[in-house]
């Protein structure tokens, strides 16, 4: 008897796996309507989620053998998706990221992967729609084991809607925690409206940082000249503080910058925004220049942070 109830459970696993795979597609030979592979687009939606990694570390998550793994790779890599670098902490390690045009590709194949999904979830009634997940959930706590190595965001290019987070965000937080009147909310409006009116993709980004499907973050690189960048609206929301995001998002501005040529990065802010100094401090920026305004606020001290690069 309890043969055949083993037997009957893993068949109805079996059954289910076929059923899931026929479902999302993972049978066609490129996913999501994407010129990548299942194992390619894993492989990049893994590189999203890690702060480096080693292929061995890649290899060991997501059992590949390791032959087919450095081909898929070295394959990323011939396409401009993949970089390597090697470890500061130990020169013998060799670090994967992906570079600009990879994140290009991670947030195309996100937004594909979350409008399949909520085509899918559009067919089901609310209370449906919580009992499939809520057994996904389930799926997952049981049949999963967390790698060490994973750092809970990923960063990305804003997609639509996103520009517009970014400003009732900034303007929310700041008048909550320091309150700052809707003066700053337009002037982070009118920011983004420039940025969006002159953007230069060859000298200006902006990175989304995402955690669990929501913004949590987010900083642009814009050009004041030709050979000085600033760096403007760096924002972590208060739900994903303490875990590096900050910091990550000024290294990639400091790391675009001199990847185009910049050779001086600048940004202001103010003195009571605490924490966003330690970061500027940190990653080697020198305050400038100092002075008191009342752009959206009383006692406020304006500062100017620069960086040679």
């Known amino acids: 008897m309890a043969n055949t109830e083993g037997a009957q459970r893993i068949e109805r696993v079996r059954r289910f796996n076929r059923f899931y795979t026929r479902l999302l597609g993972l049978l066609q030979e490129h996913l999501l309507r994407s010129p990548f592979s299942l194992t390619e687009a894993r492989l990049i939606y893994e590189l999203a989620h890690h702060e480096g990694v080693t292929a061995t570390e890649l290899g060991a998550e997501l059992g590949l053998d390791a032959g087919y793994l450095s081909r898929t790779l070295a394959g990323l890599r011939r396409r401009g998706l993949v970089a390597r670098a090697k470890s500061v902490e130990d020169a013998r390690q060799v ?140 924002l972590v929301d208060p739900s994903a503080r303490g875990l590096g995001i900050g910091s990550r998002l000024v290294d990639e501005c400091i790391r675009f910058a001199r990847q185009v040529g910049y050779r001086t990065m600048t940004l202001w802010t103010n003195d009571v925004l605490h924490d966003a100094r330690r970061i500027y401090e940190r990653a080697g920026f020198q305050l400038t220049k100092e002075e008191p305004h009342a752009m959206f606020g009383k006692g406020l001290v304006g500062q100017t942070w620069g960086l040679e690069l």
């Open 95 to 234: 670090l994967l990221r992906l570079t600009e045009k990879g994140q290009k590709a991670f947030a195309g194949l996100n937004a594909a992967s979350s409008e399949e999904v909520r085509v899918l979830l559009a067919h089901q009634s609310d209370d449906d729609q919580k009992r499939l997940v809520g057994a996904m959930e389930t799926i997952e706590r049981l049949l999963s084991a967390e790698t060490q190595h994973r750092v809970p965001y990923i960063l990305r290019p804003p997609q639509p809607g996103d520009l517009g987070w970014v400003v009732q965000r900034h303007g929310a937080l700041y008048a909550h925690e320091y309150g700052w009147d809707e003066r700053f909310e337009g002037l982070v409006a009118d920011v983004i409206a420039r940025y969006v009116e002159e953007y230069d993709p060859r000298r200006e980004r902006c990175w989304i940082a995402e955690r669990e499907g929501e913004n949590v973050g987010c900083v642009f690189v814009v050009q004041k000249t030709p050979t000085i960048a600033q760096l403007r609206l760096l």
